[in-house]
Protein backbone atom coordinates (compact mmCIF):
# COMPACT_ATOMS: atom_id res chain seq x y z
CA UNK A 1 0.00 0.00 0.00
CA UNK A 2 2.74 2.52 1.20
CA UNK A 3 4.31 4.51 -2.49
CA UNK A 4 7.76 6.00 -1.71
CA UNK A 5 7.55 9.88 -0.38
CA UNK A 6 8.97 11.40 -3.44
CA UNK A 7 7.08 14.19 -5.76
CA UNK A 8 6.90 11.62 -8.75
CA UNK A 9 3.23 10.53 -6.76
CA UNK A 10 2.01 14.03 -6.64
CA UNK A 11 -0.08 14.06 -9.93
CA UNK A 12 -1.51 10.74 -8.90
CA UNK A 13 -2.22 11.80 -5.79
CA UNK A 14 -3.50 15.00 -7.49
CA UNK A 15 -6.34 12.65 -9.25
CA UNK A 16 -6.52 10.69 -6.19
CA UNK A 17 -7.62 14.53 -4.70
CA UNK A 18 -9.37 15.43 -7.55
CA UNK A 19 -11.31 12.24 -7.65
CA UNK A 20 -12.39 13.03 -3.95
CA UNK A 21 -13.31 16.25 -4.67
CA UNK A 22 -15.71 15.33 -7.87
CA UNK A 23 -17.39 12.39 -5.19
CA UNK A 24 -18.01 14.77 -3.24
CA UNK A 25 -19.80 17.75 -5.06
CA UNK A 26 -21.38 14.47 -6.72
CA UNK A 27 -22.65 13.41 -2.81
CA UNK A 28 -23.54 17.40 -2.68
CA UNK A 29 -25.77 17.57 -5.70
CA UNK A 30 -27.80 14.87 -4.69
CA UNK A 31 -29.01 16.68 -1.49
CA UNK A 32 -28.57 20.19 -2.95
CA UNK A 33 -26.38 21.66 0.50
CA UNK A 34 -23.97 20.28 2.70
CA UNK A 35 -20.69 20.44 3.77
CA UNK A 36 -19.09 21.00 0.86
CA UNK A 37 -16.65 23.76 1.14
CA UNK A 38 -15.39 21.52 3.78
CA UNK A 39 -14.83 18.79 1.58
CA UNK A 40 -13.23 20.42 -0.70
CA UNK A 41 -10.73 22.08 1.76
CA UNK A 42 -9.64 18.70 2.91
CA UNK A 43 -9.66 16.61 0.17
CA UNK A 44 -5.61 16.98 -0.34
CA UNK A 45 -5.17 15.79 3.51
CA UNK A 46 -7.35 12.82 3.06
CA UNK A 47 -5.59 11.88 -0.07
CA UNK A 48 -2.53 11.48 0.88
CA UNK A 49 -3.66 9.81 3.95
CA UNK A 50 -5.50 7.51 2.47
CA UNK A 51 -3.47 7.00 -0.73
CA UNK A 52 -0.11 7.54 0.91
CA UNK A 53 0.35 7.16 4.40
CA UNK A 54 -2.24 5.04 5.60
CA UNK A 55 -1.91 0.71 5.73
CA UNK A 56 -5.25 -0.91 4.98
CA UNK A 57 -7.29 -2.90 3.34
CA UNK A 58 -10.81 -1.97 0.82
CA UNK A 59 -11.78 -5.68 0.52
CA UNK A 60 -11.76 -5.74 4.67
CA UNK A 61 -12.05 -2.47 6.47
CA UNK A 62 -12.37 -4.00 9.60
CA UNK A 63 -8.78 -5.65 9.31
CA UNK A 64 -7.11 -5.90 12.78
CA UNK A 65 -3.62 -4.75 11.17
CA UNK A 66 -5.13 -1.47 9.69
CA UNK A 67 -4.23 2.27 10.54
CA UNK A 68 -7.30 3.71 12.18
CA UNK A 69 -8.66 7.12 10.93
CA UNK A 70 -10.85 8.71 13.36
CA UNK A 71 -13.34 11.89 11.47
CA UNK A 72 -13.82 13.43 14.44
CA UNK A 73 -15.86 16.33 12.66
CA UNK A 74 -18.29 14.14 12.04
CA UNK A 75 -19.77 16.94 9.32
CA UNK A 76 -17.29 15.79 6.79
CA UNK A 77 -18.50 12.83 6.66
CA UNK A 78 -19.55 13.87 2.65
CA UNK A 79 -15.46 13.96 2.45
CA UNK A 80 -14.65 10.57 4.20
CA UNK A 81 -17.38 8.56 2.32
CA UNK A 82 -15.69 10.45 -0.91
CA UNK A 83 -12.24 9.48 -0.20
CA UNK A 84 -13.74 5.62 0.91
CA UNK A 85 -15.25 5.32 -2.23
CA UNK A 86 -12.18 6.22 -4.30
CA UNK A 87 -10.57 4.05 -1.72
CA UNK A 88 -12.05 1.31 -3.09
CA UNK A 89 -14.14 0.38 0.70
CA UNK A 90 -17.30 0.94 -0.89
CA UNK A 91 -18.78 1.09 -4.69
CA UNK A 92 -19.30 4.09 -6.25
CA UNK A 93 -22.53 3.46 -7.32
CA UNK A 94 -23.43 4.39 -3.38
CA UNK A 95 -22.50 7.74 -4.17
CA UNK A 96 -26.22 7.89 -5.42
CA UNK A 97 -27.65 7.23 -1.98
CA UNK A 98 -26.02 9.96 0.00
CA UNK A 99 -28.70 11.31 2.93
CA UNK A 100 -31.35 8.81 1.69
CA UNK A 101 -33.22 6.32 3.48
CA UNK A 102 -31.58 2.96 4.29
CA UNK A 103 -28.06 4.50 2.71
CA UNK A 104 -25.12 3.98 4.46
CA UNK A 105 -23.83 7.22 4.17
CA UNK A 106 -26.21 9.53 6.57
CA UNK A 107 -25.46 12.61 6.50
CA UNK A 108 -23.38 12.93 9.52
CA UNK A 109 -20.50 10.21 9.85
CA UNK A 110 -21.43 7.11 12.04
CA UNK A 111 -19.39 4.21 13.00
CA UNK A 112 -22.32 1.68 12.95
CA UNK A 113 -23.40 2.93 9.36
CA UNK A 114 -20.46 2.59 7.01
CA UNK A 115 -17.64 0.55 6.56
CA UNK A 116 -14.35 2.51 6.96
CA UNK A 117 -15.94 4.69 9.95
CA UNK A 118 -14.14 4.22 13.31
CA UNK A 119 -16.27 6.82 14.55
CA UNK A 120 -19.46 8.69 15.10
CA UNK A 121 -18.95 12.15 14.97
CA UNK A 122 -21.43 14.87 14.83
CA UNK A 123 -21.19 16.14 18.35
CA UNK A 124 -17.87 17.81 18.67
CA UNK A 125 -14.55 17.65 20.29
CA UNK A 126 -14.99 13.44 20.93
CA UNK A 127 -12.44 12.12 18.58
CA UNK A 128 -9.17 12.54 19.74
CA UNK A 129 -10.38 10.68 22.82
CA UNK A 130 -11.36 8.67 21.48
CA UNK A 131 -7.94 8.07 19.68
CA UNK A 132 -5.98 8.31 22.79
CA UNK A 133 -8.14 5.07 24.09
CA UNK A 134 -7.62 3.26 20.41
CA UNK A 135 -3.74 4.36 20.65
CA UNK A 136 -3.45 2.87 23.90
CA UNK A 137 -4.93 -0.21 23.21
CA UNK A 138 -2.54 -0.67 20.20
CA UNK A 139 0.27 -0.42 22.22
CA UNK A 140 -1.30 -2.89 24.43
CA UNK A 141 -1.42 -5.61 21.76
CA UNK A 142 2.10 -4.79 20.36
CA UNK A 143 0.49 -3.80 17.51
CA UNK A 144 2.30 -1.46 14.61
CA UNK A 145 -1.02 0.11 13.44
CA UNK A 146 -1.19 3.82 13.84
CA UNK A 147 -3.87 6.14 15.17
CA UNK A 148 -5.15 8.81 12.63
CA UNK A 149 -7.30 11.81 13.62
CA UNK A 150 -8.75 14.99 11.62
CA UNK A 151 -10.47 17.24 13.53
CA UNK A 152 -12.05 21.02 13.02
CA UNK A 153 -10.13 24.03 14.09
CA UNK A 154 -13.48 24.75 15.53
CA UNK A 155 -13.41 21.68 18.27
CA UNK A 156 -10.40 23.73 19.67
CA UNK A 157 -12.98 25.50 21.57
CA UNK A 158 -13.86 22.08 23.00
CA UNK A 159 -12.30 21.35 26.67
CA UNK A 160 -12.15 17.61 25.98
CA UNK A 161 -9.69 18.58 23.20
CA UNK A 162 -7.42 19.75 25.14
CA UNK A 163 -7.57 16.61 28.16
CA UNK A 164 -6.87 14.75 25.23
CA UNK A 165 -4.21 16.72 23.98
CA UNK A 166 -2.26 16.51 27.55
CA UNK A 167 -2.81 12.76 27.73
CA UNK A 168 -1.49 11.62 24.98
CA UNK A 169 1.65 13.50 25.06
CA UNK A 170 1.42 12.23 29.12
CA UNK A 171 1.02 8.53 28.03
CA UNK A 172 3.85 8.93 24.76
CA UNK A 173 1.24 8.47 22.31
CA UNK A 174 3.99 8.12 19.46
CA UNK A 175 1.43 6.07 17.24
CA UNK A 176 -1.30 8.80 17.11
CA UNK A 177 -0.93 11.69 14.25
CA UNK A 178 -4.02 14.12 14.61
CA UNK A 179 -4.18 16.29 11.59
CA UNK A 180 -6.58 19.54 12.26
CA UNK A 181 -7.91 21.46 9.38
CA UNK A 182 -7.66 24.68 10.17
CA UNK A 183 -9.76 26.71 7.71
CA UNK A 184 -10.86 29.12 9.90
CA UNK A 185 -14.57 28.96 9.53
CA UNK A 186 -17.08 27.72 12.05
CA UNK A 187 -21.04 28.02 12.53
CA UNK A 188 -21.15 31.38 13.75
CA UNK A 189 -18.10 32.93 11.62
CA UNK A 190 -14.28 32.41 11.22
CA UNK A 191 -12.88 30.07 13.77
CA UNK A 192 -10.51 32.64 15.06
CA UNK A 193 -13.24 35.18 15.94
CA UNK A 194 -15.43 32.70 17.99
CA UNK A 195 -12.28 31.73 20.29
CA UNK A 196 -8.83 32.84 19.57
CA UNK A 197 -6.78 29.45 19.42
CA UNK A 198 -3.01 30.90 18.00
CA UNK A 199 -0.64 30.52 18.33
CA UNK A 200 -1.82 26.77 17.60
CA UNK A 201 1.99 25.67 16.75
CA UNK A 202 3.59 27.61 20.14
CA UNK A 203 0.49 25.65 21.63
CA UNK A 204 0.81 22.14 21.00
CA UNK A 205 4.79 21.99 21.34
CA UNK A 206 4.48 23.71 24.78
CA UNK A 207 2.20 20.59 25.07
CA UNK A 208 4.43 17.45 24.33
CA UNK A 209 3.62 17.31 20.83
CA UNK A 210 6.03 16.79 17.41
CA UNK A 211 4.59 19.61 15.36
CA UNK A 212 4.06 20.60 11.78
CA UNK A 213 2.32 23.29 10.43
CA UNK A 214 1.80 22.54 6.19
CA UNK A 215 -0.38 23.98 3.53
CA UNK A 216 -2.95 21.43 3.67
CA UNK A 217 -3.69 22.15 0.12
CA UNK A 218 0.17 21.79 -1.47
CA UNK A 219 -0.19 17.87 -1.58
CA UNK A 220 4.08 17.74 -2.17
CA UNK A 221 3.99 19.46 1.94
CA UNK A 222 1.11 17.44 3.34
CA UNK A 223 3.69 14.32 1.74
CA UNK A 224 6.41 15.14 3.44
CA UNK A 225 4.75 15.96 6.41
CA UNK A 226 2.68 12.80 7.11
CA UNK A 227 6.08 11.35 6.58
CA UNK A 228 7.95 13.56 9.13
CA UNK A 229 5.61 12.45 11.60
CA UNK A 230 5.30 9.06 10.77
CA UNK A 231 9.42 8.80 11.27
CA UNK A 232 10.16 11.09 13.49
CA UNK A 233 11.72 9.50 16.26
CA UNK A 234 10.87 10.77 19.54
CA UNK A 235 8.31 9.05 21.63
CA UNK A 236 5.80 11.61 21.24
CA UNK A 237 1.74 12.26 19.60
CA UNK A 238 2.08 13.95 16.30
CA UNK A 239 0.11 16.92 14.64
CA UNK A 240 -0.36 18.06 11.60
CA UNK A 241 -1.46 21.98 12.07
CA UNK A 242 -2.99 22.34 8.11
CA UNK A 243 -4.17 25.37 6.79
CA UNK A 244 -6.74 24.59 4.60
CA UNK A 245 -8.90 26.67 1.84
CA UNK A 246 -13.16 26.26 2.20
CA UNK A 247 -13.94 25.10 -1.23
CA UNK A 248 -10.58 24.62 -2.58
CA UNK A 249 -10.96 23.51 -6.43
CA UNK A 250 -13.84 25.18 -7.01
CA UNK A 251 -13.44 29.54 -7.30
CA UNK A 252 -17.12 30.54 -6.84
CA UNK A 253 -17.14 28.37 -3.67
CA UNK A 254 -13.43 29.49 -2.40
CA UNK A 255 -14.95 33.53 -2.64
CA UNK A 256 -18.38 32.53 -0.92
CA UNK A 257 -18.50 34.40 2.44
CA UNK A 258 -21.10 32.36 4.27
CA UNK A 259 -19.62 28.94 3.04
CA UNK A 260 -19.58 27.01 6.37
CA UNK A 261 -23.23 25.40 5.02
CA UNK A 262 -23.35 25.62 1.44
CA UNK A 263 -26.33 25.73 -0.25
CA UNK A 264 -26.30 25.45 -4.00
CA UNK A 265 -28.30 26.33 -6.99
CA UNK A 266 -29.55 22.92 -8.81
CA UNK A 267 -27.74 24.48 -12.04
CA UNK A 268 -24.83 25.48 -10.24
CA UNK A 269 -23.19 22.11 -8.90
CA UNK A 270 -22.63 21.38 -12.77
CA UNK A 271 -20.88 24.74 -12.86
CA UNK A 272 -18.79 23.99 -9.51
CA UNK A 273 -18.42 19.99 -10.96
CA UNK A 274 -17.24 22.25 -14.44
CA UNK A 275 -14.81 24.57 -12.56
CA UNK A 276 -13.46 21.84 -10.60
CA UNK A 277 -12.32 19.76 -14.06
CA UNK A 278 -11.16 23.34 -15.65
CA UNK A 279 -9.06 23.93 -12.70
CA UNK A 280 -7.65 20.28 -12.82
CA UNK A 281 -6.81 20.71 -16.18
CA UNK A 282 -4.96 24.01 -16.10
CA UNK B 1 -26.58 -7.50 62.84
CA UNK B 2 -26.29 -4.09 64.18
CA UNK B 3 -28.66 -1.47 62.50
CA UNK B 4 -28.75 2.18 62.14
CA UNK B 5 -31.95 1.98 64.40
CA UNK B 6 -30.29 -0.33 67.49
CA UNK B 7 -26.57 1.42 66.84
CA UNK B 8 -28.16 4.94 67.25
CA UNK B 9 -29.65 5.68 70.77
CA UNK B 10 -33.02 8.11 70.28
CA UNK B 11 -32.65 11.64 70.31
CA UNK B 12 -28.76 11.40 70.06
CA UNK B 13 -28.04 10.32 67.19
CA UNK B 14 -23.70 9.95 66.23
CA UNK B 15 -23.57 11.93 63.60
CA UNK B 16 -21.16 10.85 60.75
CA UNK B 17 -19.73 14.20 59.40
CA UNK B 18 -21.34 15.52 56.36
CA UNK B 19 -17.50 14.13 54.93
CA UNK B 20 -17.51 13.90 50.91
CA UNK B 21 -16.89 9.98 51.31
CA UNK B 22 -18.81 9.29 55.00
CA UNK B 23 -19.47 5.80 54.99
CA UNK B 24 -22.89 4.60 54.67
CA UNK B 25 -22.08 1.33 56.98
CA UNK B 26 -24.27 1.95 60.35
CA UNK B 27 -22.18 1.67 63.86
CA UNK B 28 -21.78 -2.34 64.55
CA UNK B 29 -22.62 -2.87 60.99
CA UNK B 30 -20.89 -5.96 59.40
CA UNK B 31 -18.88 -4.76 56.48
CA UNK B 32 -16.25 -5.13 53.73
CA UNK B 33 -13.42 -3.27 52.18
CA UNK B 34 -13.28 -2.37 48.78
CA UNK B 35 -15.41 -5.79 47.50
CA UNK B 36 -15.12 -3.51 44.11
CA UNK B 37 -11.53 -3.81 43.55
CA UNK B 38 -11.00 -6.78 45.39
CA UNK B 39 -13.70 -8.41 42.85
CA UNK B 40 -12.16 -6.37 40.23
CA UNK B 41 -8.27 -8.01 40.79
CA UNK B 42 -10.24 -11.67 41.18
CA UNK B 43 -11.77 -11.16 37.48
CA UNK B 44 -8.27 -9.73 36.23
CA UNK B 45 -6.75 -12.73 36.84
CA UNK B 46 -8.16 -15.04 34.27
CA UNK B 47 -8.73 -11.79 31.89
CA UNK B 48 -6.48 -10.58 30.31
CA UNK B 49 -8.48 -7.65 28.56
CA UNK B 50 -9.39 -6.53 31.68
CA UNK B 51 -8.67 -2.61 31.88
CA UNK B 52 -8.85 -0.11 35.11
CA UNK B 53 -9.11 3.13 34.10
CA UNK B 54 -10.03 6.20 36.49
CA UNK B 55 -10.16 10.53 36.20
CA UNK B 56 -8.12 10.90 39.46
CA UNK B 57 -10.61 8.79 41.96
CA UNK B 58 -8.80 5.95 41.91
CA UNK B 59 -8.52 5.93 45.53
CA UNK B 60 -11.81 6.97 46.14
CA UNK B 61 -14.00 4.32 43.65
CA UNK B 62 -11.70 1.11 45.29
CA UNK B 63 -9.83 0.99 41.92
CA UNK B 64 -6.21 1.53 43.63
CA UNK B 65 -6.70 -2.14 44.63
CA UNK B 66 -6.25 -3.03 40.88
CA UNK B 67 -3.86 -0.77 40.38
CA UNK B 68 -1.42 -2.07 42.81
CA UNK B 69 -2.25 -5.83 41.61
CA UNK B 70 -1.61 -4.53 38.14
CA UNK B 71 -0.13 -1.82 37.45
CA UNK B 72 0.72 -2.16 33.72
CA UNK B 73 -3.39 -2.46 33.23
CA UNK B 74 -3.99 0.66 34.61
CA UNK B 75 -4.57 4.04 33.19
CA UNK B 76 -4.86 7.92 35.36
CA UNK B 77 -6.59 9.48 33.01
CA UNK B 78 -6.43 12.38 34.88
CA UNK B 79 -8.74 14.86 36.14
CA UNK B 80 -10.53 14.58 33.11
CA UNK B 81 -14.39 12.48 32.72
CA UNK B 82 -15.08 13.22 28.90
CA UNK B 83 -11.14 12.42 28.06
CA UNK B 84 -11.60 9.46 30.63
CA UNK B 85 -14.69 7.28 29.06
CA UNK B 86 -13.80 8.50 25.43
CA UNK B 87 -10.70 6.69 25.74
CA UNK B 88 -12.52 3.71 27.13
CA UNK B 89 -14.16 3.84 24.33
CA UNK B 90 -11.21 3.45 22.20
CA UNK B 91 -9.64 0.69 24.22
CA UNK B 92 -12.87 -1.10 24.20
CA UNK B 93 -13.09 -0.81 20.45
CA UNK B 94 -9.73 -2.47 20.38
CA UNK B 95 -11.33 -5.08 22.43
CA UNK B 96 -10.45 -4.26 25.35
CA UNK B 97 -12.78 -4.57 28.50
CA UNK B 98 -12.01 -1.14 30.24
CA UNK B 99 -13.98 -0.67 33.75
CA UNK B 100 -13.76 3.69 34.05
CA UNK B 101 -14.45 4.74 37.41
CA UNK B 102 -15.42 7.99 38.69
CA UNK B 103 -18.30 9.90 40.61
CA UNK B 104 -21.73 9.09 39.77
CA UNK B 105 -22.39 12.84 39.58
CA UNK B 106 -19.70 13.05 36.80
CA UNK B 107 -20.35 10.65 34.91
CA UNK B 108 -23.92 11.28 34.30
CA UNK B 109 -23.71 15.05 34.57
CA UNK B 110 -20.16 16.11 32.84
CA UNK B 111 -19.51 13.25 30.29
CA UNK B 112 -22.77 12.46 29.50
CA UNK B 113 -22.52 12.85 26.21
CA UNK B 114 -19.17 10.89 25.31
CA UNK B 115 -20.78 8.20 27.02
CA UNK B 116 -23.57 8.55 24.94
CA UNK B 117 -22.11 9.18 21.36
CA UNK B 118 -18.71 7.12 22.09
CA UNK B 119 -19.79 4.04 24.21
CA UNK B 120 -23.84 3.52 23.90
CA UNK B 121 -24.17 4.30 20.46
CA UNK B 122 -21.59 2.29 19.33
CA UNK B 123 -22.23 -0.47 21.98
CA UNK B 124 -19.07 -0.52 22.97
CA UNK B 125 -17.63 -2.44 26.08
CA UNK B 126 -17.47 -0.43 28.42
CA UNK B 127 -17.81 -0.78 32.30
CA UNK B 128 -18.91 2.76 33.92
CA UNK B 129 -18.07 2.40 37.51
CA UNK B 130 -19.50 5.31 40.00
CA UNK B 131 -19.08 6.29 43.33
CA UNK B 132 -21.09 8.24 45.76
CA UNK B 133 -24.64 6.79 43.99
CA UNK B 134 -28.35 9.07 44.97
CA UNK B 135 -27.62 10.41 48.18
CA UNK B 136 -24.71 8.74 49.83
CA UNK B 137 -22.50 11.90 50.24
CA UNK B 138 -22.99 15.06 52.30
CA UNK B 139 -20.92 16.98 50.86
CA UNK B 140 -23.93 19.30 48.63
CA UNK B 141 -25.51 18.85 45.58
CA UNK B 142 -21.89 18.77 43.62
CA UNK B 143 -21.61 15.51 44.90
CA UNK B 144 -25.08 13.91 45.37
CA UNK B 145 -25.98 11.84 42.60
CA UNK B 146 -30.01 12.11 42.61
CA UNK B 147 -30.63 12.20 38.67
CA UNK B 148 -27.89 9.07 37.54
CA UNK B 149 -30.61 6.45 37.24
CA UNK B 150 -32.84 9.14 35.39
CA UNK B 151 -30.00 9.73 33.04
CA UNK B 152 -28.58 6.30 32.35
CA UNK B 153 -32.05 4.47 32.04
CA UNK B 154 -32.77 6.98 29.23
CA UNK B 155 -29.88 5.63 27.55
CA UNK B 156 -30.35 3.65 25.13
CA UNK B 157 -28.19 0.59 24.89
CA UNK B 158 -27.35 0.88 28.63
CA UNK B 159 -27.44 -1.87 31.01
CA UNK B 160 -28.11 -0.33 34.88
CA UNK B 161 -27.47 -1.24 37.98
CA UNK B 162 -28.09 -0.08 41.64
CA UNK B 163 -26.47 -2.73 43.74
CA UNK B 164 -27.15 -2.80 47.70
CA UNK B 165 -24.45 -4.32 49.43
CA UNK B 166 -20.60 -6.05 49.05
CA UNK B 167 -22.05 -9.31 48.31
CA UNK B 168 -23.99 -8.10 45.70
CA UNK B 169 -20.90 -6.05 44.02
CA UNK B 170 -18.42 -9.33 44.50
CA UNK B 171 -21.43 -11.09 42.22
CA UNK B 172 -21.89 -8.09 39.97
CA UNK B 173 -18.13 -7.45 38.83
CA UNK B 174 -17.92 -11.07 36.83
CA UNK B 175 -21.72 -10.93 35.35
CA UNK B 176 -21.07 -7.40 33.87
CA UNK B 177 -17.71 -8.51 32.26
CA UNK B 178 -19.64 -11.26 30.80
CA UNK B 179 -22.14 -9.05 29.35
CA UNK B 180 -21.60 -7.61 26.02
CA UNK B 181 -22.29 -3.57 25.90
CA UNK B 182 -21.57 -1.09 27.96
CA UNK B 183 -23.14 -1.35 31.50
CA UNK B 184 -23.45 1.82 34.37
CA UNK B 185 -22.91 0.47 38.08
CA UNK B 186 -23.63 2.28 41.29
CA UNK B 187 -20.95 2.05 43.29
CA UNK B 188 -20.59 1.75 47.31
CA UNK B 189 -17.11 1.76 47.90
CA UNK B 190 -15.17 1.69 51.35
CA UNK B 191 -16.32 -0.33 54.36
CA UNK B 192 -19.26 -1.12 52.29
CA UNK B 193 -21.80 -3.16 54.37
CA UNK B 194 -22.44 -6.75 53.98
CA UNK B 195 -26.18 -7.86 54.21
CA UNK B 196 -27.48 -10.20 51.59
CA UNK B 197 -25.62 -13.04 52.17
CA UNK B 198 -27.87 -13.75 54.85
CA UNK B 199 -30.54 -14.14 52.17
CA UNK B 200 -28.82 -16.78 50.04
CA UNK B 201 -29.16 -13.95 47.58
CA UNK B 202 -27.47 -14.66 43.94
CA UNK B 203 -26.74 -11.64 42.13
CA UNK B 204 -28.10 -12.43 38.14
CA UNK B 205 -28.10 -9.52 35.58
CA UNK B 206 -31.75 -8.83 34.78
CA UNK B 207 -33.23 -10.11 37.25
CA UNK B 208 -35.58 -9.23 40.30
CA UNK B 209 -35.13 -11.55 43.55
CA UNK B 210 -37.93 -11.96 46.19
CA UNK B 211 -35.94 -11.48 49.19
CA UNK B 212 -38.88 -11.80 51.70
CA UNK B 213 -42.71 -12.53 51.68
CA UNK B 214 -45.24 -10.70 52.76
CA UNK B 215 -48.95 -10.15 52.74
CA UNK B 216 -49.26 -6.60 53.30
CA UNK B 217 -47.05 -4.56 51.52
CA UNK B 218 -44.69 -5.44 48.80
CA UNK B 219 -41.60 -2.86 48.86
CA UNK B 220 -40.15 -2.87 45.56
CA UNK B 221 -36.69 -1.64 45.77
CA UNK B 222 -33.09 -1.16 44.54
CA UNK B 223 -29.30 0.24 45.56
CA UNK B 224 -29.02 0.25 49.37
CA UNK B 225 -32.70 0.64 49.50
CA UNK B 226 -33.20 -2.46 49.67
CA UNK B 227 -31.35 -3.13 52.74
CA UNK B 228 -33.08 -0.27 54.68
CA UNK B 229 -36.43 -2.28 53.36
CA UNK B 230 -35.49 -5.12 54.77
CA UNK B 231 -34.55 -3.35 58.12
CA UNK B 232 -37.91 -1.84 58.02
CA UNK B 233 -40.30 -5.43 57.17
CA UNK B 234 -38.09 -6.33 60.43
CA UNK B 235 -39.23 -3.50 62.10
CA UNK B 236 -42.58 -3.60 60.40
CA UNK B 237 -43.29 -7.16 61.74
CA UNK B 238 -43.20 -5.96 65.23
CA UNK B 239 -46.48 -3.58 64.36
CA UNK B 240 -48.06 -6.84 62.74
CA UNK B 241 -47.47 -5.30 59.30
CA UNK B 242 -46.39 -8.26 57.06
CA UNK B 243 -43.85 -6.83 54.18
CA UNK B 244 -42.61 -8.30 51.53
CA UNK B 245 -39.12 -7.07 49.32
CA UNK B 246 -38.77 -7.41 45.96
CA UNK B 247 -34.98 -6.22 45.75
CA UNK B 248 -34.48 -5.04 41.89
CA UNK B 249 -30.81 -4.47 41.18
CA UNK B 250 -31.11 -3.88 37.49
CA UNK B 251 -33.02 -1.14 36.56
CA UNK B 252 -32.42 -1.51 32.95
CA UNK B 253 -32.87 -4.06 31.66
CA UNK B 254 -36.26 -4.56 34.01
CA UNK B 255 -37.31 -7.70 35.25
CA UNK B 256 -40.35 -7.05 34.16
CA UNK B 257 -41.94 -10.71 34.38
CA UNK B 258 -41.17 -10.96 38.20
CA UNK B 259 -42.28 -7.28 38.92
CA UNK B 260 -45.46 -7.88 37.35
CA UNK B 261 -46.10 -10.84 39.57
CA UNK B 262 -45.49 -9.48 42.42
CA UNK B 263 -47.35 -6.86 42.03
CA UNK B 264 -50.37 -8.67 40.51
CA UNK B 265 -50.59 -10.50 44.15
CA UNK B 266 -53.83 -8.56 45.68
CA UNK B 267 -54.20 -6.67 48.29
CA UNK B 268 -50.42 -5.69 49.05
CA UNK B 269 -50.11 -2.08 48.71
CA UNK B 270 -46.83 -1.84 46.32
CA UNK B 271 -44.31 0.63 47.51
CA UNK B 272 -41.29 1.32 45.29
CA UNK B 273 -38.13 2.62 47.60
CA UNK B 274 -35.15 3.96 45.83
CA UNK B 275 -32.06 6.11 46.88
CA UNK B 276 -32.79 8.70 43.88
CA UNK B 277 -34.87 11.77 43.07
CA UNK B 278 -38.30 10.48 42.67
CA UNK B 279 -38.40 11.57 38.74
CA UNK B 280 -37.29 8.81 36.36
CA UNK B 281 -35.83 6.13 38.47
CA UNK B 282 -37.40 2.90 39.62
CA UNK B 283 -40.30 4.48 41.11
CA UNK B 284 -41.36 5.75 37.14
CA UNK B 285 -39.86 2.43 35.68
CA UNK B 286 -42.13 0.28 37.80
CA UNK B 287 -45.33 3.15 37.37
CA UNK B 288 -44.43 2.57 33.60
CA UNK B 289 -44.34 -1.35 33.33
CA UNK B 290 -47.44 -1.65 35.97
CA UNK B 291 -50.13 1.01 33.51
CA UNK B 292 -48.83 -0.64 30.35
CA UNK B 293 -49.64 -3.57 31.93
CA UNK B 294 -52.89 -3.18 33.11
CA UNK B 295 -51.65 -3.36 36.82
CA UNK B 296 -53.22 -1.01 39.44
CA UNK B 297 -52.30 -1.99 42.95
CA UNK B 298 -52.01 1.29 45.63
CA UNK B 299 -48.74 2.62 44.85
CA UNK B 300 -46.39 4.45 46.57
CA UNK B 301 -43.25 6.06 46.18
CA UNK B 302 -39.88 6.13 48.54
CA UNK B 303 -37.47 8.69 46.81
CA UNK B 304 -35.31 11.54 46.95
CA UNK B 305 -37.66 14.91 46.30
CA UNK B 306 -37.37 16.84 43.34
CA UNK B 307 -35.06 19.53 44.88
CA UNK B 308 -31.16 20.13 45.41
CA UNK B 309 -30.30 18.36 48.70
CA UNK B 310 -28.90 19.90 51.62
CA UNK B 311 -25.22 19.29 53.05
CA UNK B 312 -25.15 17.56 55.71
CA UNK B 313 -24.45 14.78 57.87
CA UNK B 314 -25.99 10.88 56.13
CA UNK B 315 -27.93 9.95 59.07
CA UNK B 316 -29.61 13.45 59.48
CA UNK B 317 -30.26 13.56 55.65
CA UNK B 318 -31.77 10.50 55.34
CA UNK B 319 -34.07 10.92 57.79
CA UNK B 320 -34.72 14.38 56.19
CA UNK B 321 -35.74 13.25 53.00
CA UNK B 322 -37.57 9.75 53.85
CA UNK B 323 -34.98 6.96 53.17
CA UNK B 324 -33.56 6.19 56.40
CA UNK B 325 -35.06 2.74 57.75
CA UNK B 326 -37.39 4.62 60.31
CA UNK B 327 -38.86 6.97 57.80
CA UNK B 328 -39.27 3.91 55.51
CA UNK B 329 -41.39 1.92 58.14
CA UNK B 330 -43.10 5.39 59.37
CA UNK B 331 -44.07 6.20 55.60
CA UNK B 332 -45.39 2.57 55.11
CA UNK B 333 -47.52 2.48 58.22
CA UNK B 334 -49.18 5.68 57.14
CA UNK B 335 -49.70 4.55 54.37
CA UNK B 336 -51.33 1.59 55.35
CA UNK B 337 -53.55 3.62 58.33
CA UNK B 338 -51.64 1.95 61.15
Known sequence: MEMAPTIANAPTLAKRAHNVRRNALRMGEIQGQGYIAQALDIADVLAVAYFHAMHYRPEEPSWEGRDRFLLSNGHYAIALYAALIEAGVMPEAELDTYGSDESRLPMSGMASYTPGMEMSGGSLGLGISIAVGMALGLKRKSSSARVYTVFSDGELDEGSVWEAIMSAAHHKLDNLIAIVDVNNQQADGPSTEMMAFEPLVDKLNAFGWFVQRVDGNDLDAVVAAFDAAKSHAEARPRILVADTLMGKGVPFLEQREKNHFIRVEPHEWQLALGALEAGRQS | MNTTVS??????????????????????????????????????????????????????????????????????????????????????????????????????????????????????????????????????????????????????????????????????????????????????????????????????????????????????????????????????????????????????????????????????????????????????????????????????????????????ALPTLHDRYGISTPEVSRQIKHWLGR
Open chain 2, 7 to 312: ATPPGKPRLITSAMIASIAAEGQRTKSAPFGHALVELARNRTDVIGMTADLGKYTDLHIFAKAFPDRYYQMGMAEQLLFGAASGLAAEGFTPFATTYAVFASRRAYDFIHQTIAEEDRNVKIVCALPGLTSGYGPSHQAAEDLALFRAMPNMTVIDPCDAHEIEQLVPAIASHQGPAYVRLLRGQVPVVLDEYGYKFELGKAALIREGGDVLIISTGIMTMRALEAAKELAGDRVDAAVLHVPTIKPLDAETILREARKPGRLVVVAENHTVIGGLGEAVAGLLMRSGVHPVFRQIALPDEFLAAG
